[in-house]
């Protein structure tokens, strides 16, 4: 995101003034006012994908698809929608209805391949997210009308309203830019009360030695404002939570779909959430394969629920710790340690 400019301090207080209501509102009247049912192409199910799952797996397998485009392709991957992202796209399209920060994936996978899809229909996607507070459509919004894309003149006044509303909702890198970019243009009230949310203490003290007393004073009401319209840390982390369990759910679906035979979406998605939970409680369990072979484990050794805690078996941690083995062969390894104990 590149915004060269910044709106005088005066004219940016009037869009965070006391009335929060008022620029959100204003942000809100310069979008598209389109439903979802007229943005959202018909799609079919594809191998991986059907509209009667549960919209985390869609938006999770949708974001999986794209990875492995990614991972397939490189960087030609853009000059045409491949099948995985066909895929993708069908994917977050289904999520959607459901989960609306399936359209930020959607926007920056279909404004990317504009020789298979319409700019207007990325744009779309994003406006309708952004709409409805998705910090990352409004940083998207802001990055596109900074220097003009998929069909939009630039707009500078639009780039600043909807880079500090990504702010204002959690997001970190609009945050940054909140501060390097007001520091940048001597907006220094601004840029010291966003380094104070950001809790810079560097980057305060920096601003602190540019300021006048009757900036200070701005600073300290610019902040105090800032911090009673700021989305709670509590629903953030929830937020990011969410996402990573669906993440997490679509790459064990997408390589082992047999982990998940017999579970209901809420049993899946508190297995899931365990084992998400315990890359937090365990900071040696952290890789992508220990993963995958912890849960096709644990699931060996029970039909549903939430995962069995094999961590706090030596012989097992030794396997899953073990960089050298394959998940395969840890798998089969762990296998024949349990049928021993049965015997």
Request: a negative charge; glycine letters at 6%.
């Amino acid at each position: 995101m590149k915004c060269r400019s910044l709106l005088p301090l005066a004219i940016f207080s009037l869009l965070v003034g006391c009335n929060a209501s008022s620029p959100d509102e204003k942000l809100n009247n310069s979008l598209p006012d389109l439903s979802l049912e007229q943005i959202l192409p018909k799609v079919e199910a594809n191998q991986y994908c059907t509209p009667d799952m549960d919209s985390e797996l869609l938006l999770g397998l949708g974001s999986r698809l794209s990875d492995e485009d990614e991972l397939l392709y490189g960087a030609g991957r853009t000059l045409q929608a491949s099948k995985e992202i066909k895929m993708a796209r069908s994917c977050l399209i289904m999520a959607a209805p459901r989960y609306t920060t399936s359209l930020c994936i959607l926007g920056g996978i279909v404004g990317a391949r504009q020789n298979d899809y319409d700019k207007s229909e990325a744009f779309n996607y994003i406006a309708y997210a952004a709409k409805h507070n998705e910090s990352c459509a409004e940083a998207g919004l802001a990055d596109l009308y900074s220097v003009g894309k998929l069909g939009q003149l630039p707009n500078k006044e639009l780039a600043m309203g909807w880079l500090e509303r990504a702010a204002r909702h959690g997001d970190q890198d609009a945050q940054q830019d909140m501060v390097r970019w007001s520091r940048d243009q001597g907006n220094f009230p601004v840029a010291y009360a966003w380094a104070r949310i950001l809790d810079d203490g560097q980057t305060v003290e920096a601003v602190k030695r540019k300021m006048s007393p009757q900036q200070m004073a701005e600073g300290e009401q610019h902040y105090t404002q800032l911090l009673s319209q700021l989305t709670p840390e509590k629903d953030l982390k929830q937020a990011l939570r969410k996402i990573v369990i669906a993440i997490s759910s679509a790459d064990l679906y997408y390589s082992h779909p047999q982990v998940f035979e017999g579970m209901s979406p809420v049993q899946r998605r508190a297995f899931v959430a365990q084992l998400v939970d315990m890359q937090d409680l365990y900071p040696q369990f952290h890789t992508r394969g220990q993963v995958m072979a912890y849960a096709l484990i644990s699931r060996s050794v029970q039909t549903t629920g939430p995962a069995v805690d094999l961590w706090q078996d030596p012989a097992l941690h030794a396997l899953l710790i073990n960089d050298e083995l394959s998940v395969e062969d840890t798998v089969a390894q762990a296998k024949t340690i349990l049928a021993k104990r049965k015997q």
